[in-house]
């Protein structure tokens, strides 16, 4: 997302809490990144989560005098920055602050014991309140989706319009092979729900190729059978060759939005998704994959089932995820942008991005 915004915008600067250029990709270097002075401190490199109070005045400490548009690109802090009464602040929202707003979701999943649980009730009261009144700085808000909408309008009492994320779909393409197995992409943290997945194929005796890395690996690799099998980091060249040979993508756990099981349809692939979050904007149910309605093993296993069952059209699900292309983001969100701004001024206005880099490296489906 950032990368799109930044070649769309290549003079604006990109303002962030702190960057690690060892962690993220070389041309990231070639860019304007402006930190805060948590650049500065220890906590920030060695756990970004022991700054977590920090944050708010971090984002606040910035300057946008003389800046005519300001884009956040947001799940939590991103959006608190302040601007002048001349500057239009456009929020692009992946999700309302999910530690905040979904706090006990949170912490059943990362299974928190009751004091962690404690000393944590203070920090999230008082970033629930900052919240409130950061969502009041801004000038107009874009969802990635429609559940993500729904988000915005329940905790912070304003309108938005939904612009999915750009995909890149041209990367992807359909495979004259399918071989027999099922593939997962995704960091793997406690809410992607990558158990639910690991223990169905399991169960089934089914092939499962898991991409990605994170800190629950290790849990997941124990409870694994045979049939499932870890591939770590996957290049962004080998990727979309190893989507496109698989029978079909799972997403187990609710996502606000969802790029990969999108890259898996831009391969022609069905997608097997739990019918929540994104994937009831991005999937359509026995024709480019199956919902799911329980976040269970039982539930998942019928999914399959049910999949292998339904003769689908690759042609027909790659026309359905090119309407989700790169291009057609652009489109929308510089109409979004004209309609924000003065629709009668000719050219576009200076601006900055403002965003929230992620210490991990940047892999297509993450």
Excluded at 132 to 158: G, N, P, T
Excluded at 192 to 215: I, N, P
Excluded at 265 to 271: D, I, K, S, T
Aim: glycine share 6%; hydrophobic share 40%.
């Amino acid at each position: 997302m950032l990368e799109v915004l930044h070649a769309m915008f290549p003079n604006a600067p990109v303002y962030t809490s702190a960057y690690d250029p060892e962690v993220m990709p070389s041309h990231f270097r070639e860019w304007d990144i402006r930190t805060s002075f948590l650049q500065r401190l220890w906590m920030k490199r060695k756990s970004h989560r022991l700054a977590l109070p920090l944050y708010p005045m971090a984002f606040e400490s910035f300057d946008f005098t003389g800046y005519d548009l300001v884009i956040s690109s947001s799940s939590s802090f991103a959006k608190g920055v302040i601007t002048g009464p001349g500057t239009h602040h456009l929020c692009y929202t992946y999700t309302p602050m999910r530690f905040a707003w979904f706090t006990g979701h949170y912490t059943e999943r990362e299974r928190m014991g009751s004091l962690a649980r404690m000393a944590l009730a203070p920090v999230t009261h008082y970033l629930r309140l900052w919240d409130a009144v950061a969502a009041s700085r801004v000038d107009s808000y874009v969802a990635i989706s429609s559940v993500v909408q729904q988000r915005i309008s329940k905790y912070y009492r304003r309108t938005s319009e939904i612009i999915y994320p750009p995909v890149e779909t041209d990367r992807f393409a359909i495979s004259k092979e399918v071989d027999d197995y099922y593939i997962v992409v995704s960091r793997m943290i406690p809410y992607k729900r990558l158990d639910l997945a690991v223990e169905a194929f399991s169960r089934m005796r089914k092939q499962l190729k898991v991409v990605g890395t994170g800190r629950q690996l290790a849990e997941l690799r124990a409870g694994a059978g045979d049939s499932v099998q870890f591939l770590g980091h996957v290049s962004n060249a080998d990727l979309p060759g190893l989507i496109a040979r698989a029978r079909g993508y799972v997403m187990p756990g609710e996502e606000d939005f969802g790029i990969a099981p999108v890259e898996a349809n831009a391969c022609g692939r069905p997608v097997i998704a739990y019918g929540a979050g994104g994937a009831l904007d991005t999937q359509i149910d026995g024709r480019t994959g199956i919902l799911f309605g329980e976040p269970t093993v039982d539930s998942l296993c019928d999914a399959v089932n049910r999949a292998e069952q339904t003769e689908f059209d690759p042609r027909i699900i790659r026309d359905h995820a090119k309407g989700f292309d790169t291009s057609v983001f652009e489109s929308r969100l510089r109409s979004a942008i004209g309609r924000a701004i003065n629709p009668a001024e000719p050219s576009m206005p200076t601006f900055a991005t403002v965003r929230t880099l992620e210490k991990q490296p940047v892999q297509a489906g993450r």
